[in-house]
C-alpha cells in the first residue's frame, strides 16, 4: 500500500509538468495584450510598452515557460500582473473559501444522494425510485444560474429567511483565522456568528450540489440494484437478517465502489467548476478568482489557480483510490 | 427479468417504508434549511442585540460589481478602485456636487498666474492624515515628488495627464515647491487649461508621506490619506471597510460611522441583494430593472448624470468609410431615438457630438443628422454604392455604462442598415481581443464608448478623435490636420472662453467630416434603500459619501 501510494506519487510528477506545459501553451494561444487589459481603455502606448517589458512579455514563449517552471521549483507561483502581488501570497483566502463551499456541497450530496439511490434501488420500480430518479433528472439538467437566482428570490426576499449572497454578515465581520469560517467562528466560539455563516453556505451549497447529487443518486441506485441481485445478499436475507442491515451494511459496502470513483470525480469538478456559483451567490472564491484573471489576461494567476486546482483533483483521485483498498480488502495494489 | 426478482425479494412492510421516507424527508430539509435556531433571518439577523449595535451604529453597505485593483489611487486607472479611494483620500482642489466645476478642497484658494505658467495654492491648515502625520505643503511636495519619479507603469495617470516625468520633455510641470507652511507653489513649463481638472481626479489624492516611504509598493493595501473615512480592512473579491475619521476636517462630516464595499458580480443578484436588505446601495443598476426599483416603495432609484458617450465608430482608413458621403450616410441612415428607447430605456439622451452637454465647451448649435434613409441612399447613390454594400460590424460582448447592451444594438443597426441596402455581419469578440482588433483597426464599424475622466473636452475630444491616438483611443483613425492644430492650441489656452469657442469649431469639423455615428449619452443608475439620505451620484462615477446619512 505504501509502495503503491509513493509510486502513485511518483507518477504524479510527469502529469503536472504536462499541465504546466498544456495550461502556458492554451493560455498565450488566446488572443489579447494582458498589457493593454490591465491599463485599460484609458492608457496610452507608452505605458503598454513599459508594461510589457516589465512583465518580461517581450521575451520568446519558451523563455518564459521556464522562467515560470524555475519559479514553480522554488514555490514562486509568480506575481498576479493585475495587483502585483505573489500569487502565493494572495490565493489562500480565495481556495478556503472554495473548499468551504464544495466540502459543504459534497456533504450535502452525498448524503442526500447516497440515500436516495439506496431507497430507491430498495423500493425499486416504487413512486419514491420514479420521484427521486425525475428530480435527478431534473437535477442534472438545472441550468445553475436559474437555480440560484430563483433560490434567492423564493429564501432571501420572499421566505426572508437565508442570505442572498457573500459568506458573512458584513455588518458584524468574522475575524480570519484560517479563512475557512466555519472553523474560524467555532474557534472563537462564536456560534452566533457560526449560525450566519452557516446559513451563508446553503444556497451556494445546495446550488452547487444539485448536479453531483443527482449523478449520485443515479449511480448509487444502479450499483445497488446489481449488488442486491447477488447470491450473498439472498443468503443474507434468507438468515433473517433485517433488510436495514442488508442494504447499509453488506450490499452497500460492495456497491459503493463505483460511486467513490464519481464522488471523487464530482469533488475535483466542483472546485473548478464552481465559476457560475461564485459568481451568483458573490463567492469570493478560486473560480471567481481564475475567471477575473482571465478578464484581465493575469497569465501567472490563471497557470497557478489552474495548476492548484489540478492539483487538488489528481490528489482527490489518489486518495478516492486508497479508500477502495480499505473498503474492500480483497482490492490489491500491484 | 432478474431485476424483478430482486424487486420481489425487497419486501417491506409499508410501516418501515414510510418511516424511512421520513427519514429522507428530515435529512433533505436539514441540509436545505441547516439545523441552527434562534436567529432567523439575515435581514433581521442583525436581529437581538445586534440590532441595537446596528442603531447606534450607521454602516451603510455599498454594492458593486467588481473588486478594486488596488487602493493606492495613483497606480490604477479603474473606477472600482476609485469608488474607495475617494473616500480615503482628499485632493487639492474637488469638483461640484454633481458636476465637474472645480472648487477648493485641501487647498482653500490659488492663483494662477496671467501666462498660466505658475500657480500658488493656500492649504487648509490643522489637517491630519490618518496616521497623524502632519499634512502641510511638505506633504503636498513629497506626494509630487514620489509621481514625478514614477513611470508610466508605475504610474499611468500621472504621466498621461502631465506628459510625462522627471525631465522628459513633455512632462507639465517643472517644479513643485513648499514656499511657506502652507503654501505650494508650481511651475508649469507651458500652459496647461486642464491643470485644476486634473488635479481634481481621484487619482491624484494626497497620501501620507510617513505611510508610503514606510510602505512603498504594499501602500494600496494599507492606504492612509486624509479624507472622512479610514481604511480598516481588505478581503479580496469580497469587502472592503472603511471607518469614520472622526477628525475629518470638515466639521459635522462623515454622517456615517463605518462604509463597507461590497462585490457582487451578478446584477440580478445584486439587485436580489438590495431587495431583501443585504446592502444599503446597488451600482450598476441595468435599466430594465429601474421599473421594479421605482414600483418599490422602499427603494429609491439615483440617477448618475452622464459623462460619456458610446458610438459607432466607422474605421476611416477602411472601404467605403474612407468616403465622407458614406460616412454621413450611416448618421442618417441610424434611428438613434429608437436604440436610446428600447436599450437604454429612455435613460439617456441621443448623441450629436462626441462629448456629452455637460461638458464646458459644448457645442449645441451642431444640427445632428436627423433619421432619414432615403437621403442616406442618395449619400450613397452619390458615392456611387447605389446597390450597398458588405460590412463587418463589431458589437460588444460586454456592457458598459455608455452601452448596456452592445449584441442588442448592433442588431438594431443591422436592421437600420438593411433598409439602405447595407449588409451589416454583427461579429463579436471577447472584449480584450475586441478592443485590440479595434485599436488595431481591423474592424469596419465597432461599437465603442467613453466615460470622462476630469470632465474636460480634451480628454474626449483630443483623447478619441485627434490623430496622435490613432493606434491607441482614436479607434476610428480619424485624421485632419486642421483639426489637430485647433486641439493642441486648446490644450494649452488658459482663457475659458477662448477655449470654448476652439472647442465649438472642433465640433463642427467632427460633425462635418462624420467619422462617428455619435449615439447616445447614457445615464448610469444606482438604486438604494429608502433610509439612504443626501446620497448625490457623481459623474466620474467616484463617489464622496461624506455628506451620506442613513436614517
Not at chain 1, 518564459?64 to 500569487?87: A, I, M, N
Not at chain 1, 497557470?303 to 480499505?326: K, W
Not at chain 2, 421516507?21 to 441552527?36: E, H, K, P, Q, R
Not at chain 2, 507653489?185 to 510617513?210: H, V, Y
Request: net charge negative; aromatic share 10%.
Amino acid at each position: 500500500m505504501l509502495h503503491y501510494a509513493g509510486r502513485r506519487i511518483f507518477q504524479l510528477i510527469p502529469v503536472l509538468l504536462g499541465m504546466t506545459f498544456i495550461v502556458f501553451l492554451i493560455i498565450r494561444a488566446i488572443p489579447g495584450d494582458p498589457a493593454q487589459v490591465i491599463l485599460g481603455q484609458q492608457a496610452s502606448e507608452e505605458a503598454i510598452k513599459a508594461l510589457r517589458t516589465t512583465l518580461g512579455l517581450d521575451n520568446p514563449w519558451y523563455i518564459q515557460y521556464f522562467e515560470y517552471l524555475k519559479g514553480l521549483l522554488t514555490g514562486d507561483l509568480g506575481e498576479s500582473l493585475r495587483t502585483r502581488t505573489p500569487v502565493v501570497d494572495e490565493v489562500w483566502p480565495y481556495l478556503a473559501a472554495t473548499i468551504e463551499l464544495s466540502v459543504f456541497a459534497i456533504v450535502i450530496a452525498v448524503i442526500i444522494g447516497i440515500n436516495a439511490g439506496i431507497i430507491s434501488a430498495w423500493f425499486q420500480n416504487s413512486w419514491f425510485d420514479y420521484l427521486a430518479m425525475i428530480i435527478a433528472l431534473i437535477g442534472v439538467s438545472m441550468p445553475i444560474f436559474w437555480l440560484g437566482l430563483m433560490n434567492q428570490w423564493i429564501f432571501s426576499i420572499e421566505l426572508g429567511i437565508l442570505p442572498t449572497t457573500g459568506r458573512e454578515n458584513v455588518r458584524d465581520p468574522v475575524d480570519v483565522i484560517t479563512n475557512f469560517y466555519l472553523i474560524d467562528t467555532l474557534i472563537q466560539g462564536n456560534f452566533a456568528q457560526m449560525s450566519v455563516v452557516f446559513k451563508h453556505l446553503i444556497l451556494p451549497g445546495t446550488a452547487l450540489a444539485t448536479i453531483p447529487m443527482a449523478i449520485i443518486a443515479r449511480m448509487t441506485r444502479s450499483s445497488m440494484l446489481e449488488v442486491m441481485r447477488s447470491d450473498y445478499v439472498r443468503t443474507a436475507r434468507s438468515k433473517g437478517l433485517k433488510m436495514f442491515w442488508v442494504v447499509y451494511k453488506h450490499a452497500l459496502k460492495n456497491a459503493i465502489i463505483p460511486v467513490l470513483t464519481i464522488i471523487g470525480l464530482q469533488m475535483g469538478l466542483l472546485l473548478g467548476g464552481a465559476i457560475l456559483t461564485e459568481t451568483i451567490f458573490g463567492w469570493p472564491g478560486i473560480g471567481r478568482y481564475i475567471y477575473e484573471a482571465i478578464g484581465f489576461r493575469d497569465y501567472p494567476v490563471i497557470q497557478s489557480g489552474i495548476l492548484i486546482v489540478a492539483f487538488i483533483f489528481v490528489m482527490i483521485n489518489l486518495i478516492v483510490d486508497m479508500l477502495y483498498g480499505l473498503i474492500d480488502p480483497r482490492i490489491k495494489y500491484e | 427479468m432478474i431485476i424483478k426478482n430482486t424487486n420481489g425479494g425487497v419486501n417491506l412492510g409499508s410501516k418501515k417504508f414510510l418511516s424511512l421516507a421520513l427519514l429522507m424527508l428530515m435529512l433533505i430539509s436539514t441540509a436545505l434549511f441547516g439545523c441552527s435556531s434562534g436567529n432567523t433571518s439575515e435581514g433581521t439577523e442583525s436581529g437581538g442585540e445586534k440590532e441595537e449595535e446596528t442603531a447606534k451604529e450607521k454602516t451603510l453597505i455599498f454594492g458593486r460589481g467588481g473588486d478594486s485593483v488596488s487602493l493606492d489611487p495613483i497606480v490604477v486607472t479603474d473606477g472600482e478602485s476609485y469608488k474607495v479611494t475617494k473616500n480615503i483620500f482628499d485632493t487639492l482642489v474637488n469638483f461640484g456636487e454633481q458636476d465637474t466645476e472645480i472648487y477648493p478642497g485641501l487647498a482653500k484658494e490659488w492663483k494662477a498666474a496671467e501666462d498660466g505658467l505658475t500657480y500658488n495654492f493656500v492649504l487648509e491648515e490643522g489637517i491630519k492624515f490618518h496616521d497623524g502625520t502632519d499634512f502641510n505643503a511638505e506633504a503636498v511636495v513629497k506626494n509630487f515628488e514620489r509621481w514625478a519619479g514614477g513611470d508610466a507603469d508605475k504610474f499611468p495617470y500621472y504621466g498621461s495627464m502631465f506628459g510625462g516625468f522627471g525631465d522628459e520633455e513633455g512632462h507639465v510641470i517643472e517644479s513643485v515647491t513648499a514656499t511657506g507652511d502652507y503654501e505650494v507653489e508650481f511651475k508649469l513649463k507651458r500652459p496647461q487649461a486642464p491643470f485644476l481638472k486634473n488635479l481634481a481626479m481621484s487619482s491624484f489624492g494626497i497620501a501620507s508621506p510617513t505611510a508610503f516611504e514606510k510602505d512603498g509598493d504594499k501602500f494600496g493595501d494599507n492606504p492612509v490619506g486624509t479624507g472622512p473615512f479610514k481604511f480598516v480592512e481588505w478581503k479580496r473579491n469580497d469587502t472592503v471597510t472603511l471607518e469614520k475619521n472622526a477628525d475629518y476636517w470638515i466639521e459635522g462630516e462623515p454622517k456615517l460611522d463605518k462604509v463597507v464595499f461590497r462585490s457582487i458580480p451578478d446584477n440580478s443578484a445584486r439587485l436580489n441583494a438590495l431587495l431583501s436588505g443585504e446592502i444599503d446601495l446597488a451600482d450598476g443598476i441595468t435599466p430594465s430593472d429601474s421599473k421594479t426599483i421605482e414600483g418599490n416603495a422602499d427603494l429609491q432609484l439615483f440617477e448618475r448624470p452622464s459623462m460619456n458617450v458610446g458610438y459607432l465608430g466607422l474605421t476611416n482608413t477602411r472601404e467605403p468609410f474612407d468616403d465622407p458621403k458614406v460616412r454621413q450616410a450611416m448618421n442618417h441612415a441610424i434611428d438613434k431615438q429608437a436604440i436610446v428607447d428600447a436599450f437604454f430605456e429612455g435613460r439617456g439622451e441621443v448623441a450629436k457630438n462626441p462629448m456629452p452637454p455637460v461638458i464646458s465647451g459644448y457645442n449645441d448649435n451642431i444640427e445632428e443628422y436627423e433619421y432619414n434613409p432615403e437621403k442616406a441612399k442618395e449619400l450613397l447613390k452619390e458615392a456611387g454604392l447605389e446597390d450597398g454594400f458588405d460590412m463587418e460590424l463589431y458589437a460588444m460582448p460586454v456592457p458598459r455604462p455608455y452601452m448596456p447592451d452592445g449584441q442588442k444594438v448592433a442588431e438594431a443597426i443591422q436592421k437600420n442598415l438593411a433598409d439602405i441596402g447595407v449588409n451589416a455581419k454583427i461579429v463579436s469578440f471577447e472584449w480584450a481581443t475586441y478592443l485590440e482588433k479595434a485599436a488595431a483597426g481591423e474592424a469596419d464599424a465597432f461599437l465603442l464608448g467613453w466615460t470622462g475622466d476630469n470632465g474636460d473636452a480634451d480628454n474626449f475630444l483630443y483623447v478619441l478623435l485627434d490623430q496622435d491616438n490613432i493606434g491607441s483611443n482614436n479607434y476610428a483613425y480619424y485624421e485632419n490636420q486642421e483639426l489637430h492644430d485647433i486641439l493642441i492650441e486648446a490644450q494649452t489656452e488658459v482663457n475659458e472662453d477662448k477655449r470654448n469657442e476652439l472647442y465649438a469649431k472642433a465640433q463642427e469639423i467632427i460633425h462635418a467630416d462624420a467619422p462617428w455615428v455619435p449615439l447616445a449619452h447614457s445615464t448610469p443608475l444606482l438604486a438604494g434603500g429608502k433610509n439612504v439620505t443626501n446620497f448625490k451620484a457623481h459623474p466620474t462615477g467616484s463617489d464622496k459619501l461624506s455628506t451620506v446619512d442613513l436614517q
